[in-house]
């Protein structure tokens, strides 16, 4: 199945927005001059412990998405070759950790789902969520739902081409989604996060925000935008301890209120015929 950048709001399912950078760095042409290799994307031998304990007998499967990613993957620009030898340890044991926070049967929503991190890694190592990948960009949405198809998850997974807000409000036909959980990883600073991704969650569900070295600071930054926003006080969590070195950072911010996405000014004319702004 192909999609081109032309195609408006092509839906294959219920989501995303253009939220700031891949959470793998797009690749770069003067590095693909050799081709990517399938042999990146094998298993490195002190990780398999590891791998086995997050993915258990899907790790199969799990393979099968890391040749395509390092493969077609780079190709297409959604990773970066240098990140092809690290798909592993950087990527797929990363987000794969961050199964603990999700409950049993969760609806899962992975807003600027990109080439599938980490929502396709969750829906991978567990196969009792739903989930939806959310992403605006077409050339992504193309590859993530031929990944869907190739490893036979079109029942649990879905792919949304969209903004997160067109997620959130409905847009073009399409009814408005929500989650119990909203998953993003590398996408922007807390603030701004939240502020996509809360109104996806259904009341008492969460934002799970997969953070680097900065977590604790952007919590200390934006607690107060993130309440105004409807959510509780973000709390940092490390995922995969004693599984994974070094674990994984996670910002998770539970939706305690239901504060709606900031409406558009709209123009109103007054009986003199004046045009007021509200």
Not at 213 to 229: G, K, M, P, Q
């Amino acid at each position: 199945m192909t999609h081109h950048d032309s195609t408006a709001d092509a839906m294959t399912g219920p989501g995303g927005k253009p939220l700031g950078p891949s959470a793998v760095q797009p690749a770069e042409s003067a590095d693909l001059d050799t081709g990517p290799s399938p042999e990146d994307a094998a298993l490195p031998p002190e990780l398999a412990p590891a791998a086995s304990t997050l993915f258990g007998d899907r790790l199969d499967l799990a393979a099968a998405y890391a040749e395509l990613l390092v493969t077609d993957g780079v190709v297409r620009g959604l990773i970066g070759p240098r990140e092809a030898p690290r798909i592993w340890d950087r990527h797929l044991l990363n987000c794969a950790a961050v199964a603990e926070r999700i409950p049993s049967g969760a609806t899962v929503l992975d807003v600027g789902s990109g080439a599938g991190l980490p929502g396709l890694v969750l829906s991978i190592a567990r196969p009792d969520l739903t989930v939806t990948l959310i992403e605006p960009l077409a050339r992504r949405t193309s590859f993530l739902i031929e990944v869907v198809e190739r490893l036979g998850l079109a029942k649990s997974v879905r792919v949304f081409r969209g903004r997160a807000d067109e997620a959130a409000t409905g847009s073009s036909g399409r009814d408005p989604i929500s989650g119990d959980v909203v998953t993003a990883r590398a996408v922007a600073p807390l603030d701004r996060l939240a502020g996509w991704s809360l109104p996806l969650a259904v009341r008492g569900g969460r934002l799970l925000a997969l953070k680097g070295s900065s977590a604790a600071a952007e919590i200390e930054e934006h607690t107060e935008v993130v309440a105004r926003l409807g959510g509780g006080r973000p709390t940092l969590h490390l995922c995969g301890t004693g599984v994974i070195d070094p674990p994984t950072t996670v910002v998770e911010i539970v939706r305690e209120r239901m504060v709606g996405p900031a409406r558009a000014a709209t123009n109103k004319r007054s009986r003199n015929g004046r045009t007021r702004r509200h």
